[in-house]
């Protein structure tokens, strides 16, 4: 599975969008970019997934760039329950699909 | 629908008893993951299960872990012989098209 980068941390005033970026420069045509978020040690909860055309849903919107080196979770309204851990991760859509968690983005919203 | 069940939610073990952590699978899902968390530390995978096979347990530790999914009933991770070191978050996810959603955890704490 390809590797992604986030940045470590953000910070995101209450009411305001929320817009995290992950790189996977070294994705595969068949990977897929899954996004999940860990709140304060819960279980990992499911956000969104796409291939290369934008998602939406009622969580959040993925935003996939044309040559899907990199993309983009949108939080349209960031609320203090939104404080969380979000992970990008690509990988193959199939069952044999471990995900490998990386550092993932801290996100803070602040009110 | 429910989501995925784990009990127990918190397990006290002293060192050398048995850890026996369970996991009940979205209704109709038949693939079933287990991830550990150590504390301070990222999600690590540990193991994939189809009814009655293990497909994957390139995470798990090679002594005293086991993981089965029987045909009825829950997926079982076993920790024999439990060690200070055991004493982490486990996540079980289940999953029917690729997309796997986890459960709430079992914190298991070793004396």
């Known amino acids: 599975d390809a590797k992604t980068t986030q940045p470590t941390s953000m910070d995101c005033a209450e009411g305001r969008a929320a817009n995290l970026p992950c790189n996977h420069s070294?994705?595969?045509?068949?990977?897929?970019v899954y996004w999940y978020r860990q709140i304060h040690s819960q279980g990992p909860q499911y956000i969104i997934h796409?291939?290369?055309n934008n998602e939406t849903n009622e969580m959040a919107s993925l935003i996939i760039t044309e040559d899907r080196k990199s993309s983009t979770l949108i939080l349209p309204h960031a609320t203090l329950r939104d404080t969380a851990v979000y992970y990008c991760?690509?990988?193959?859509?199939?069952?044999?699909?471990?995900?490998?968690f990386g550092q993932g983005t801290e996100l803070s919203v602040k009110p | 629908n429910a989501g995925v069940m784990q009990n127990p939610r918190h397990l006290v073990r002293r060192r050398g008893q048995e850890a026996r952590l369970r996991c009940s699978p979205m209704?109709?899902?038949?693939?079933v993951y287990w991830y550990r968390q150590l504390p301070e530390e990222g999600l690590k995978f540990m193991v994939y299960?189809?009814?009655?096979?293990?497909?994957?347990e390139s995470g798990m530790p090679k002594e005293r872990f086991s993981a089965e999914f029987p045909k009825e009933g829950p997926s079982i991770l076993r920790i024999q012989q439990v060690v200070r070191g055991d004493s982490a978050a486990y996540f079980c996810?289940?999953?029917?098209?690729?997309?796997?959603?986890f459960g709430p955890g079992t914190r298991l704490l070793v004396l």
């Open positions: 996810a289940s999953s029917y098209d690729g997309t796997q959603y």
């Open positions: 070294t994705i595969s045509g068949n990977e897929y």
């Open positions: 796409g291939l290369k």
């Open positions: 991760i690509v990988r193959v859509l199939n069952q044999g699909g471990k995900l490998i």
């Open positions: 209704k109709g899902h038949s693939h």
């Open positions: 299960l189809q009814k009655e096979n293990i497909i994957d």
